[in-house]
Each structure stands twice: as structure tokens, then as C-alpha cells.
């Protein structure tokens, strides 16, 4: 059997890796601790799970319009206004099998063969192998610690040529947890404008910001320049709706048409049940998200001083649930980069980790804090004690 040259250089997921060799390890009975995984604790809201129930004995277990059920485009578009401002229909939105797919469709729809992509890094492990799949090219923008890992206007002009096609942002981040403000992602977009560079900003996070931060957007600007940017949201974090798969896109209503094309070739429809369950959870309370905030902001401020305590330089995250310290100093002879310490740490701490490498910053280590304070203190207590001996 031959498999063909274009998967032969797409590299595994390496958080799905990661959470793949930790519960092996478990299955053999050692006891792991998975720091590993973007995966809140948290359950689907209650009402949300109620909802599909309902919609399964209404028997609602029929194909689709390939964007989505109209009620629930609407309701996307109603999200972006209620949060942002921003007036959207229903044929500016289409929903996908999370925002992965999302993602996907949006290179697939928006690159030609050796388009250039500008990726600030650290940056989430999928993106370049996207790109890769959609023909295109990835070009990383790199960033500091010292800057929050926030990309500059400087850095992102020096990085482009005349291949710049995309402008790819995410914020908060995955994998640092850091955000851009408005005044910042406003400043970005009106460069990207300038230099006719297409935004595609990954939001998915945009509800999990913890103040004095506040929550940003494109979309107000999209709706002033509808055919330079798509946004991409889920409800996968800010709802606890992981293994559900509804993302969605607001784009301008030609782009829509395109991923609708791309998605009636490869998924239809997204599950039926799923999308009467994400109405619901758009249209209803969102107690859930201010519930998971002040868990997140308790347990970031257990692990950011844990392991400033090591001496380890680390941006404290307005956003999401992921620290990305800089550990290159606790490097070894054994353990010389941050793929091999993460193996180290895995075997002699018994906590499954993400190399740094994996989002483009080989100094750096990612910790999710999606777990409760006493499992993350005893991780992290264990981490300590392989890294600094003590």
C-alpha cells in the first residue's frame, strides 16, 4: 500500500500523542497526572445535555442544510453582537466539526499552491500542518517571552513578502494563555489591511479572559471590512463541549459559500443532536463560563507561582488555561531539549506534559491548569522535584 507524499509530511497531533502515551502508561497501572491536554473539567452544562436529549425524542436525526440548521447561524451571528457589537446574519456564519474543521476549510478555501502564511510562534501545534495540507506555506513570526509572546507590527512587517496571503492570529493563546487588547488586534488589523494580507483570527477562547483583561475581537472590524478577516469560534471550552464538535466561522457571505462547498464534499452537515444542543447553550445562561473563570484564575495563580518558584521565566496568562514557561535552563545531558524532558517527566514525575517544540518554542514546556487545584498542586510538586532536585 502506498500513502501519499502529502501525509508522509504531516507530523501527529502532538497533544493527542502526548494524552495517547500517558493513558497507556495508566492502562498499565502506573498513576499518571495529565497536564497535557485543552480539555476544561468541568460537565456540559446541565440544560445543553437536556437539549439533546430533547431533540433525539423529537427524532431530529435527519441530514441538514450543510452550514447549519438557520436558527443556529442566526444565533452565532446574535453571539458576535451581543459580545461585540457586530451586525451579522445567519448566511455570514457556518457551523463545522469544531473549529478544527473550521480551520481546515478556511486554508482550503483561501490558499493557493506556495501561498505564504504568517504564524506568530509559539503558536497551536494543527496550524502548520493545515497549511501544509492546503498547499500552502508557513511562515513563523517568532516572538519573546518578554513580549507576552505577542507579535509585533515590526516583526510581522519584516516577515512578509510578496507570497503573504494569510495573517493567522490567535488570542487568547494557545499555547501561552496570553491575549491581545483590542487597541492591539485593531492596530494589527489595520497593518494587515494596508499590506492586503487576509486575517483569519482564531478566537475560540475569547470567553475564558480574566480581568483586568478584557475580552477582544475582530468583529467589529470584520463587519467594517467584511472580505479581510474570518473569525473562528467553538463552543467546545467556553461550554465544556469537547467531544460535542461544534465550531463555527463568521466570514463574508462569498467565503461562507466556499467552505459550504468544501464542507458538502467532505462532512455534510455537522451532528444533528449537536446543533440542538449548541443553540441551547448560545441562546441560554452562561453562568457555566463565570463558574470555570474564577476556577481558571484560582488555579493559573496556584501553578504561575509554583513555577516562578522554580526561577523559571513564565507570562502570566490573561486568558485560556495553559502556562508556557521557558525551562531550557533545567536542560540536562539526558534531557537536552523539551521533547526529551517531557519523556523525563513523564517516566520519573509521572505527569504528562506538551513539549515546547510542538508549538514552535523548544525552550518552553506547556502546563494546562483545565484539572482541580490539588491535582495540579501535586503535579506540579512532582515537576518541581525532577527539575530542581528538591
Same mark, same amino acid.
Given at each position: 500500500m502506498r500513502i501519499s507524499d502529502?501525509?508522509?509530511?504531516?507530523?501527529? &497531533?502532538?497533544?493527542?500523542?502526548?494524552?495517547?502515551?500517558?493513558?497507556?502508561?495508566?492502562?498499565?497501572?502506573?498513576?499518571?497526572?495529565?497536564?497535557?491536554?485543552?480539555?476544561?473539567?468541568?460537565?456540559?452544562?446541565?440544560?445543553?445535555?437536556?437539549?439533546?436529549?430533547a431533540a433525539l425524542d423529537e427524532g431530529f436525526t435527519r441530514y441538514t442544510p450543510v452550514p447549519g440548521i438557520p436558527e443556529l447561524r442566526e444565533a452565532v451571528a446574535a453571539y458576535y453582537g451581543r459580545f461585540y457589537g457586530a451586525r451579522a446574519t445567519g448566511d455570514n456564519t457556518i457551523i463545522s466539526n469544531?473549529?478544527?474543521?473550521?480551520?481546515?476549510?478556511?486554508?482550503?478555501?483561501?490558499?493557493?499552491?506556495?501561498?505564504?502564511?504568517?504564524?506568530?510562534?509559539?503558536?497551536?501545534?494543527?496550524?502548520?500542518?493545515?497549511?501544509?495540507?492546503?498547499?500552502?506555506?508557513?511562515?513563523?513570526?517568532? %516572538?519573546?517571552?518578554?513580549?507576552?509572546?505577542?507579535? %509585533?507590527?515590526?516583526?510581522?512587517?519584516a516577515a512578509r513578502t510578496d507570497k503573504t496571503r494569510l495573517l493567522l492570529l490567535n488570542s487568547p493563546s494557545n499555547p501561552t494563555g496570553c491575549c491581545y487588547t483590542q487597541v492591539q488586534l485593531e492596530a494589527i488589523a489595520a497593518w494587515a489591511r494596508?499590506?492586503?494580507?487576509?486575517?483569519?483570527?482564531?478566537?475560540?477562547?475569547?470567553?475564558?479572559?480574566?480581568?483586568?483583561?478584557?475580552?477582544?475581537?475582530?468583529?467589529?472590524?470584520?463587519?467594517?471590512?467584511?472580505?479581510?478577516?474570518?473569525?473562528?469560534?467553538?463552543? &467546545?471550552?467556553?461550554?465544556?463541549? %469537547?467531544?460535542w464538535r461544534v465550531g463555527y466561522a463568521?466570514?463574508?457571505?462569498?467565503?461562507?459559500?466556499?467552505?459550504?462547498?468544501i464542507?458538502?464534499? &467532505?462532512?455534510?452537515?455537522?451532528?444533528?443532536?449537536?446543533?440542538?444542543a449548541a443553540l441551547t447553550a448560545l441562546n441560554g445562561s452562561w453562568d457555566i463560563v463565570d463558574e470555570m473563570k474564577r476556577a481558571f484564575v484560582r488555579r493559573r495563580d496556584i501553578a504561575y507561582g509554583i513555577i516562578t518558584g522554580w526561577g523559571a521565566q513564565c507570562p502570566k496568562p490573561d486568558g485560556a488555561f495553559y502556562l508556557f514557561p521557558v525551562l531550557g535552563q533545567f536542560y %540536562?545531558?539526558?534531557?537536552?531539549?523539551?521533547?526529551?524532558?517531557?519523556a523525563k517527566l513523564l517516566d520519573?514525575?509521572?505527569?504528562?506534559?506538551?513539549?515546547?517544540?510542538?508549538?514552535?518554542?523548544?525552550?518552553?514546556?506547556?502546563?494546562?491548569?483545565?484539572?482541580?487545584?490539588?491535582?495540579?498542586?501535586?503535579a506540579l510538586e512532582r515537576v518541581g522535584t525532577v527539575l530542581t532536585g528538591k
Amino acid at each position: 500500500m502506498r500513502i501519499s507524499d502529502r501525509l508522509e509530511r504531516i507530523k501527529p &497531533s502532538a497533544t493527542l500523542a502526548v494524552n495517547a502515551k500517558a493513558q497507556a502508561l495508566k492502562a498499565q497501572g502506573r498513576e499518571i497526572i495529565s497536564l497535557a491536554v485543552g480539555q476544561p473539567d468541568f460537565g456540559t452544562p446541565t440544560h445543553v445535555c437536556e437539549a439533546a436529549k430533547a431533540a433525539l425524542d423529537e427524532g431530529f436525526t435527519r441530514y441538514t442544510p450543510v452550514p447549519g440548521i438557520p436558527e443556529l447561524r442566526e444565533a452565532v451571528a446574535a453571539y458576535y453582537g451581543r459580545f461585540y457589537g457586530a451586525r451579522a446574519t445567519g448566511d455570514n456564519t457556518i457551523i463545522s466539526n469544531g473549529g478544527k474543521q473550521v480551520l481546515y476549510n478556511l486554508f482550503m478555501a483561501l490558499l493557493n499552491p506556495g501561498d505564504e502564511v504568517l504564524i506568530p510562534a509559539p503558536y497551536w501545534v494543527s496550524y502548520p500542518a493545515m497549511v501544509q495540507l492546503a498547499d500552502g506555506v508557513s511562515v513563523f513570526v517568532p %516572538t519573546t517571552a518578554d513580549q507576552n509572546f505577542l507579535v %509585533t507590527l515590526d516583526a510581522l512587517e519584516a516577515a512578509r513578502t510578496d507570497k503573504t496571503r494569510l495573517l493567522l492570529l490567535n488570542s487568547p493563546s494557545n499555547p501561552t494563555g496570553c491575549c491581545y487588547t483590542q487597541v492591539q488586534l485593531e492596530a494589527i488589523a489595520a497593518w494587515a489591511r494596508e499590506k492586503k494580507v487576509f486575517i483569519v483570527s482564531d478566537e475560540v477562547y475569547d470567553r475564558l479572559v480574566y480581568a483586568p483583561a478584557e475580552p477582544a475581537s475582530l468583529a467589529k472590524t470584520w463587519e467594517a471590512y467584511p472580505e479581510t478577516i474570518a473569525i473562528v469560534g467553538a463552543l &467546545s471550552k467556553s461550554f465544556c463541549m %469537547t467531544g460535542w464538535r461544534v465550531g463555527y466561522a463568521l466570514a463574508h457571505e462569498t467565503l461562507i459559500k466556499a467552505l459550504s462547498k468544501i464542507q458538502g464534499q &467532505s462532512t455534510s452537515n455537522i451532528n444533528s443532536i449537536a446543533q440542538k444542543a449548541a443553540l441551547t447553550a448560545l441562546n441560554g445562561s452562561w453562568d457555566i463560563v463565570d463558574e470555570m473563570k474564577r476556577a481558571f484564575v484560582r488555579r493559573r495563580d496556584i501553578a504561575y507561582g509554583i513555577i516562578t518558584g522554580w526561577g523559571a521565566q513564565c507570562p502570566k496568562p490573561d486568558g485560556a488555561f495553559y502556562l508556557f514557561p521557558v525551562l531550557g535552563q533545567f536542560y %540536562t545531558a539526558d534531557a537536552p531539549d523539551s521533547a526529551t524532558m517531557c519523556a523525563k517527566l513523564l517516566d520519573e514525575a509521572g505527569v504528562a506534559l506538551v513539549p515546547g517544540s510542538a508549538f514552535g518554542d523548544d525552550t518552553c514546556i506547556r502546563f494546562s491548569y483545565a484539572v482541580d487545584d490539588d491535582t495540579l498542586r501535586t503535579a506540579l510538586e512532582r515537576v518541581g522535584t525532577v527539575l530542581t532536585g528538591k
